[in-house]
């Protein structure tokens, strides 16, 4: 017996003991993963290869392995909160131009709509063009635009309806066929609002006259002014279609498909002229006459108006997805997980970060939920995998690993002792 067996093994439980005082500290680190020292026993071996009855000569740390498991997910509501609920690291790209590697996913904007996290690293993944089309192929850093969205003029209209097939003729028998402040002169109406070159709202009623059997008369009025009229003196509105039903009442057999209509310049709510807006494919395909009520399950147009940035919000598929004032929104960028092959050999760098290495291996690239890697979380955050009450345990065993290692130095000590008093 000597001094080395108890030397190496106060040196490896004074490890252990480093170890999991690192993984206590690390106990509310979003994103931190435990580690747990590993260990090799120490055997001298003679010169001759005779050494299989030699007593060892103690212990060393192996390894001091990063566990990589899953940690609990919280909600923290904060949209641009991210977690990774399986496998993959998120990449941030350093002041240096360094691409590093995390788990924790507390990000936010920097002055120039660059995402980044507490130590200004950048989250990487893919852009989108301006029309919000993702953009695939070598990963940068994400910015998010901060020019709000264009408007855009209503180039198609759909209307869902049922005309009540038990209303009875409204068609004037003399006279104009309507009158849009005379209610007698149609059986139903409905509005909805679409938009010009300009952005600016247009008020677009639907008026629905019966005028015989399964056959309906559709005007339109853009702020109150018929787009179709017989040009007198005053202008009398026209119908800008008919519709024919079958004798079931299902979908109308005429019109067969949309018909082209034309908006002209009216003067809107607010006392502004609006532009004129030519080639709308109005389709009513969506009609029906059953003897029910009337109502309207459909109205549906593609225009909308100019629209500032209001926040934006993560998919679960890494999708970075802007709102616009206007109600409208378009995707910004898609994050780009990495996973590793041996993600035990990354080397830590502090700051919830690491760097890849040799025997860590190439990383492999793509979004989130696809191949192996895992599914985000918007508006959440990956706790750190420590047991607490597991360190706590394994404290007090080191402990006293560390108490016996020093009682057989203190042996050992007494023993040359006793010999040196030999007379």
Do not use: C, H
Not at 215 to 225: E, H, I, R, S
Not at 275 to 298: E, K, M
Not at 365 to 375: A, D, H, I, K, Q
């Amino acid at each position: 017996m000597s001094f080395q067996q108890g030397l190496s093994g106060l040196n490896a439980t004074s490890k252990n003991l480093e170890v999991i005082g690192n993984n206590v500290a690390n106990a509310s680190t979003y994103g931190a993963k435990s580690s747990r020292a590993e260990f090799a026993d120490l055997y001298a071996t003679a010169m001759n290869g005779s050494g299989s009855t030699g007593a060892g000569i103690g212990v060393s740390v192996a390894a001091i392995a990063q566990q990589f498991t899953q940690g609990n997910i919280t909600s923290t509501g904060n949209p641009l909160d991210m977690a990774i609920k399986g496998a993959g690291f998120f990449q941030v790209r350093d002041t240096n131009n360094q691409v590093l590697y995390t788990r924790n996913g507390q990000f936010k904007l920097d002055k120039d709509g660059f995402i980044v996290n507490n130590q200004l690293q950048k989250l990487m993944g893919y852009p989108a063009d301006m029309q919000g089309v993702i953009q695939p192929g070598q990963a940068g850093p994400l910015q998010l635009p901060t020019a709000g969205i264009n408007p855009n003029p209503t180039s198609r209209i759909a209307v869902e309806m049922n005309l009540d097939a038990r209303a009875a003729v409204t068609l004037p028998p003399s006279g104009p066929r309507i009158d849009f402040s005379d209610a007698t002169t149609y059986n139903n109406a409905t509005s909805m609002t679409i938009y010009d070159a300009k952005g600016q709202d247009v008020a677009l009623t639907y008026y629905f006259q019966k005028t015989g059997t399964d056959t309906w008369n559709v005007y339109l009025a853009a702020n109150g002014t018929s787009i179709v009229d017989d040009g007198g003196t005053p202008p009398v509105p026209q119908p800008v279609t008919t519709i024919q039903f079958p004798a079931d009442g299902g979908r109308p057999t005429a019109p067969s498909g949309p018909i082209a209509i034309d908006i002209p310049a009216t003067t809107n709510s607010v006392g502004a002229e609006t532009v004129p807006i030519s080639g709308i494919a109005f389709n009513l395909g969506g009609a029906t006459q059953y003897g029910s009520q009337f109502g309207v399950t459909r109205l549906n147009q593609d225009g909308f108006a100019a629209g500032k940035l209001t926040g934006v919000t993560v998919e679960s598929n890494g999708v970075l997805l802007a709102r616009y004032s206007n109600d409208q929104s378009r995707p910004a960028g898609q994050l780009e997980l990495a996973d590793f092959r041996n993600p035990q050999a990354l080397q830590p760098l502090g700051g919830n970060a690491w760097a890849r290495t040799y025997a860590s291996g190439t990383p492999v690239l793509g979004v989130p939920t696809e191949g192996n890697l895992g599914v985000l979380k918007a508006g959440s955050l990956e706790e750190s995998n420590v047991d607490l009450t597991g360190e706590l345990v394994s404290m007090i065993t080191a402990q006293r690993l560390y108490q016996a290692n020093a009682q057989t130095i203190k042996t050992q000590d007494q023993v040359l002792q006793t010999l040196v008093n030999l007379r």
